[in-house]
């Protein structure tokens, strides 16, 4: 867990630095492809399916969803709870509908869950906005039968706090059967000196409450099937965490697979939902039991 702590800040600037990494498209170009292709594909989805929109569970102003459900739903289904990256400070639930279409058309949901993101969110508070959220569609939406998590880079490590959730803490216990975790963060620490804090402001106390990587519980016996899968072409930290993050999970008894997926960076890693033959959507279909 320690490699990066002999690491100049110029050096963990460039590994924090997602775009640096791509083969694809240079580092100024990439981010706002990465807008445009995920709400696009946003909107594709949202003229495709039947939608509930900016459904509130809570009362905050970003505590909104999104339901895409399925083209023929059957009297209860699956859903895809998809929470967004952007570094817990850019992006929004209105650019993450655009895995919907492979879903929806096999009988699986698809949520797309808002947060407050920095400067106005705090870590500990997107945490909890997270979990309740879970909470909500459990109460709300009693449809919904078994919740598979999703989320991409800050997402991933969001999703991955909500597995070391204490949920006595809560009214309901969500029915949590599988996540995936794509191209995450699980350990915050690095970040402190860097620019991705200049809007978190976290502590050292909340960067290392708020690292995954130093919550991993002991596995439940029904507890979920992790996927943690990490691009080629993330940087050498980022695929470091996802492996050391998988290895301490299943140490502690969780079914986890790692899955290292070849010829993508850490932005098409998860916009290649939106297409149907895509190995991560077939991998996700395949857990869900709907490939
Ligand atoms: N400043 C970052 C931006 C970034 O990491 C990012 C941007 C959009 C969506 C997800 C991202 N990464 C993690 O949440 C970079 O250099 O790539």
């Known amino acids: 867990m320690g490699g990066w702590r002999g690491m100049s800040v110029e050096v963990l600037e460039d590994q924090y630095?997602?775009?640096?990494?791509?083969?694809?498209?240079?580092?100024?170009?990439?981010?706002?492809?990465?807008?445009?292709?995920?709400?696009?594909g946003t909107e594709r989805a949202r003229a495709?399916?039947?939608?509930l929109l900016h459904v509130p569970y809570g009362g905050g102003d970003r505590e909104k969803l999104d339901i895409y459900f399925p083209t023929s739903p059957s009297e209860t289904f699956p859903a895809l709870v998809y929470i967004h990256g952007g570094y817990w400070q850019c992006l929004s639930k209105d650019d993450s509908g655009f895995a919907a279409p492979p879903l929806v058309s096999r009988g699986v949901a698809v949520v797309a869950v808002g947060y407050d993101t920095a400067p106005a969110g705090h870590m500990d508070a997107m945490v909890q906005q997270v979990r309740r959220s879970l909470v909500f569609l459990t109460e709300q939406h009693p449809r919904i039968r078994g919740i598979y998590?999703?989320?991409?880079?800050?997402?991933?490590?969001?999703?991955?706090?909500?597995?070391?959730?204490?949920?006595?803490?809560?009214?309901?216990?969500?029915?949590?059967?599988?996540?995936?975790?794509?191209?995450?963060?699980?350990d915050l620490e690095p970040l402190l000196d860097t620019y991705v804090n200049d809007a978190l402001k976290m502590s050292r106390e909340v960067a290392q409450r708020n690292s995954p990587m130093r919550r991993v519980?002991?596995?439940?016996?029904a507890a979920c099937e992790v996927l943690v899968a990490v691009a080629?072409?993330?940087s050498p930290e980022f695929r470091r965490q996802s492996q050391e993050y998988s290895q301490a999970l299943r140490a502690a008894g969780w079914s986890v697979s790692l899955?290292?997926?070849?010829?993508?960076?850490?932005?098409d890693i998860i916009e290649r939902l939106s297409e149907d033959s895509y190995i991560l959507t077939q991998v996700i279909l395949n857990m869900i039991g709907r490939a």
Not at 17 to 40: G, M
Not at 154 to 168: E, K, Q, R, Y
Not at 217 to 221: G, I, S
Not at 259 to 266: E, F, P, S, T
């Open 48 to 51: 495709s399916a039947q939608t």
């Open 149 to 186: 998590l999703c989320g991409h880079s800050a997402g991933a490590h969001l999703a991955a706090m909500v597995l070391s959730t204490d949920w006595t803490e809560f009214r309901v216990v969500p029915d949590i059967k599988g996540a995936v975790l794509v191209s995450g963060l699980y």
């Open 217 to 221: 519980t002991p596995a439940v016996p």
């Open 259 to 267: 899955l290292d997926l070849a010829g993508v960076d850490h932005f």
């Open 232 to 234: 080629q072409h993330d």
């Open 17 to 40: 630095s997602p775009s640096r990494w791509s083969r694809r498209l240079d580092r100024d170009t990439i981010i706002d492809a990465h807008l445009e292709v995920t709400a696009a």
